[in-house]
């Protein structure tokens, strides 16, 4: 059943930083929207109401959490599309050079 789960073969080596950076991306959008999903849902049991605006800039509230949650998902969604970038132009860079001297 294990390996219907996960079907890499974990005996050639141990897990490292690699794997838990391959979809770390999808691992954050899941995570930030299950915890919105939480806070909104929250909010609204308690409160009645999804999303009051009044609310963004009162540090502590519901509001103020998930705006923060959606501001730095897009902090590091440019954070990651920036690093992307460069690596990509080096890796360019280098591929190229190589290719001209020879």
Same mark, same amino acid.
């Given at each position: ?29 899941? *995570?930030? =929207?299950?915890? $919105?999903?939480? %806070? ?5 049991? !308690?409160?009645?109401?999804?999303? @009051? ?20 998902? *897009?902090? =590091?969604?440019? $954070?990651?599309? %920036? ?5 990509? !132009?080096?890796?360019?860079?280098? @591929? ?7």
């Amino acid at each position: 059943m294990l390996q219907k789960l996960f079907p890499r073969k974990l005996k050639s080596r141990s897990p490292d930083v690699s794997d838990l950076r391959k979809n770390f991306n999808k691992r954050i959008n899941l *995570i930030i =929207l299950g915890l $919105i999903i939480i %806070l909104l849902s929250d909010e609204f049991i !308690k409160e009645g109401y999804l999303f @009051y605006w009044g609310d963004v800039f009162v540090p502590g509230t519901h509001e103020f959490i998930i705006s923060f949650l959606i501001l730095f998902r *897009i902090f =590091l969604y440019v $954070i990651t599309f %920036l690093f992307d970038k460069y690596h990509n !132009k080096k890796h360019e860079r280098t @591929y190229f050079a190589e290719d001209s001297e020879v």
